[in-house]
């Protein structure tokens, strides 16, 4: 179920950016926010370390693929997983839990993966800039996350997969 969630991501990331304008209202950040979903089905405390190798491979992947870059979004998809670890601690799954949980981590990623390219001088500093790639992220995000743990979770209750609560 993890590698297809992931996929899925993959492909919807690429086909949505081909059909709508860089800035629309409507920016994907499935394989980010996928992995709030894959969360969960790494039930035990002994798996946590095969959701972060998870998270650092899919990074590099998402490297790879999108932004020909090598191991950026690897260590910051890393730093997602490990927050997504935390904030399953303190929320449940539910679905609103996870909404909350995706524009948390959108958040965090819009902001961390701002800083590092004003760090490498590959943007100059505006505010303005950001804060529109915060909410250009949200709409379409949200609906993808919450529509992906809906559908995750009735298939996981079908073949009866364990997942943690």
Not at 29 to 46: M, Q, R, W
Not at 51 to 77: Q, S
Not at 118 to 125: H, Q, R
Request: hydrophobic share 60%; with cysteine; proline share 2%.
């Amino acid at each position: 179920m993890v590698i297809a969630v992931l996929i899925i991501s993959f492909i919807l990331d690429s086909l949505i950016s081909n059909f709508l304008p860089l800035n629309s209202l409507f920016a994907p950040l499935f394989t980010v926010v996928s992995l709030i979903i894959i969360y969960p089905y790494f039930t035990n405390h002994n798996h946590k370390g095969n959701y972060l190798l998870t998270c650092f491979i899919t990074g590099v992947f998402y490297d790879l693929i999108y932004t020909n870059t090598i191991i950026i979004h690897g260590f910051l998809f890393l730093v997602i997983g490990f927050i997504i670890m935390k904030l399953n601690l303190i929320l449940s799954n539910n679905y609103v839990n996870v909404a909350i949980m995706a524009i948390i981590i959108i958040i965090i990623y819009r902001i961390i993966a701002y800083g590092l390219l004003l760090i490498t001088d590959n943007l100059s500093f505006n505010i303005l800039v950001l804060l529109k790639s915060i909410y250009s992220s949200l709409i379409a995000n949200i609906i993808y996350v919450v529509l992906a743990f809906i559908i995750t979770d009735k298939i996981a209750t079908k073949l009866k997969i364990h997942r943690a609560n």
